[in-house]
């Protein structure tokens, strides 16, 4: 999306890094119910180094997009510091708040008819939704 926002004759109508969703969670960590539940700790490592290296790549784009540059091809140190910097990776819920960010999703899903009528944003996002930092 980022190039074709480059180019002349084209714009964004939407994105979810705007309104509602720009001071939401974008991304979300996905581990195994019998993980989650038997295994909360390993869990919770994991979730943990991975918001722990979104927050450090969002404060450091310069070194993330030079690394990342070594598996690439067809774009720029400049380029990727550019992309890094429209994301919100520095920002992330848990707990509660994450629950009621999954929710407006949900409802959003809901509305679109990606979820049933009869789903319950919230009912749904609790049920898919584990603490590991509990």
Request: net charge negative; glycine share 4%; aromatic share 8%.
């Amino acid at each position: 999306m980022y190039r074709v926002k480059q180019q002349p004759g084209f714009a964004e109508l939407a994105t979810n890094m705007i309104e509602e969703y720009a001071n939401m969670s974008c991304c979300v960590v996905g581990v195994s119910g019998e993980l989650a539940r038997n295994d909360t700790p390993v869990a919770a490592a994991i979730t943990h180094s991975i918001l722990q290296a979104h927050a450090w790549a969002s404060r450091n784009p310069d070194a993330v997009a030079e690394e990342f540059l070594k598996f690439a091809i067809n774009t720029s140190k400049e380029e990727v510091r550019a992309i890094l910097t429209e994301h919100t990776h520095g920002y992330y819920s848990v707990g509660n708040t994450f629950v009621k960010e999954i929710a407006v999703y949900a409802r959003d899903l809901k509305n679109v008819e990606v979820l049933r009528p009869r789903t319950d944003p919230l009912e749904f996002a609790e049920s898919i939704h584990a603490d590991v930092f509990a």
